[in-house]
């Protein structure tokens, strides 16, 4: 089994008629355990009907910082999302690509919103932290953020150094193919720490020219075990076992822990 553990699955929608089917073939055939995250409630209901299609696709919601504007006034009406998600994403800061910094206070004051839910019920963040990243590591530290999945982490190698410092686990991506910053980060993430996404389909289109496929996941797999001056097969057994750790004992996540765990990872 590969692991996916950040994806937008309902994205798929975007890209073509069959292009979700296309996708869960894709996943079923080749095992690929993948957590698909949401933008906002549309895109969380969508991705709860594809997760009823497919046993390896795990539906979590959250609210993009670039869609915190529409929700910052009605918090409440993410309540009963937040309670019914085994995980919260995406969410997170971003200072980058959003160049508009009237938009930041709204950003942050969703962000805390789902924080503040996180650390009450115990679950999981998939972290964006673009352009944020020493904000982002302040407010896991008020919130008590104990278990977080920091994707495709691009910022600087200190402040990866302290999130890595507090057990955070970060994605890699397809970039690591076409980037030497993202190749030191690669090489600086804790072994234990470290976990394989592809951000599909949106994510590595201005990388590879199109919407990306779950067989992505293969070529980063390939790229890590380089960068890690190791094999295929042991980067593959690595992120299974490190996604087994970061959801052990988590009663929200015990039938997905029982699925991971009952099958072994693939690199090939």
Known sequence: ???????????YDLVGKDAVKSALEEITRHRIFTISNSIDLPSYRRNLAIGEMCDL?????????????????????LSEAIAQSPMLGEIGLDHYFV??????????????????AASEQGKVVNLHTTGAEGEILELLDRYDISRAIVHWYSGPLDI??????????FTVGIEVLHSEHIQAIAQEIPLPQLLTETDNPDGPQGLIGGPGMPLLLR??????????????????????????????????????????????????
């Open 219 to 268: 070529d980063v797999i390939r790229g890590l075990a380089k960068v890690r001056r190791t094999t295929v097969e042991a980067i593959a057994q690595t992120i299974h076992a490190n996604l087994l750790t970061l959801i052990q004992g988590d009663p929200r996540l015990a039938d997905i822990y029982a699925q991971v765990s009952a099958e072994s990872s693939d690199g090939s």
């Open 99 to 116: 160049k508009d910094a009237s938009q930041y206070p709204a950003q942050r004051k969703v962000f805390e919103f789902f924080l503040a």
């Open 1 to 11: 089994m590969l692991i996916d553990a950040h994806t937008h699955i309902d994205r």
């Open 57 to 77: 696709v795990l539906p979590t919601f959250g609210v993009h910082p670039w869609n915190a504007p529409q929700y910052v006034q009605r918090l409440e009406a």
């Open 160 to 169: 990866l150094k302290e999130l890595a410092a507090r057990g955070m686990y």
